[in-house]
């Protein structure tokens, strides 16, 4: 999974209950990424951040939040605002090699909410 | 397991044949294209990428092919094994687009012995 860890694999929670996801890598990249999978859609970015100590919204920030205190961590905490937060959530580093940004995956965690 | 991939495009194929997978990108003026695999319940490996500039690119068993004209990308896997079946889907990225990518739904490839 190119030196990045989430944790757990899965998260059970109950309704009104926020939780937070762990993302750690190892890689030395500058930036991060959270996304959501729903089935039969592509990937939906929530949140990203390029460099410590500052993240920006991405297309479905609402209900969620993050920091990034240290380059290795970028944890995302999914509150009780969000509405829908039964989903699979990958977190994502880059690197610039050659001008362009490289992507790399964790294994994800499959969060479920009843 | 895992319940990503329902209702995705499915492609069947026999063992040991050739597999195309296709993507239609968005946007024209993206810069990089990659594909990627991602098999239940983990998350997306890199299989190969390309650059606007070029229209080829091979690597081992995969070849992706970029159509800019009508804005196709596809990916080509020789001898499909097994172990090929998996979502495959495709990102591009736009440099005006904060630097970061946009991915489609994917095709689930299901290799039949």
């Known amino acids: 999974d190119g030196g990045i860890t989430q944790s757990p694999k899965y998260l059970f929670r109950k309704e009104g209950q926020n939780v937070t996801l762990s993302c750690e890598q190892n890689?030395?990249?500058?930036?991060m990424y959270w996304y959501r999978q729903d089935p039969g859609q592509g990937l939906r970015l929530i949140y990203y951040?390029?460099?410590?100590?500052?993240?920006q919204k991405g297309d479905i920030a609402e209900g969620y939040s993050v920091s990034r205190e240290k380059k290795e961590s970028f944890p995302l905490t999914v509150t009780s605002a969000q509405k829908n937060p039964t989903a699979f959530y990958l977190c994502?580093?880059?690197?610039?090699?050659?001008?362009?940004?490289?992507?790399?995956f964790g294994p994800g965690t499959r969060l479920t909410v009843t | 397991g895992e319940s990503v991939g329902l209702h995705l495009p499915t492609l069947s194929v026999q063992e040991g044949d050739n597999s195309i997978i296709n993507c239609a990108y968005s946007?024209?003026?993206?810069?990089?294209f990659i594909w990627y695999k991602q098999e239940s319940g983990k998350g997306p490996q890199f299989i190969i990428d390309?650059?606007?500039?070029?229209d080829k690119r091979q690597g081992q068993r995969v070849t992706v092919l970029l159509n800019k004209t009508v804005k196709h990308l596809s990916l080509q896997i020789a001898a499909t094994q097994p172990g090929d079946s998996a979502v495959y889907f495709c990102?591009?990225?736009?440099?005006?687009?904060?630097?970061?990518?946009?991915f489609g739904p994917g095709t689930r490839l299901s290799v039949l012995p």
């Open positions: 890689l030395n990249h500058d930036a």
């Open positions: 390309i650059r606007s500039n070029m």
């Open positions: 994502a580093s880059s690197g610039r090699t050659g001008g362009i940004d490289e992507q790399y």
């Open positions: 951040s390029q460099i410590v100590n500052d993240f």
């Open positions: 946007n024209s003026a993206s810069d990089y």
């Open positions: 990102a591009e990225f736009l440099y005006n687009y904060g630097q970061n990518f946009v």
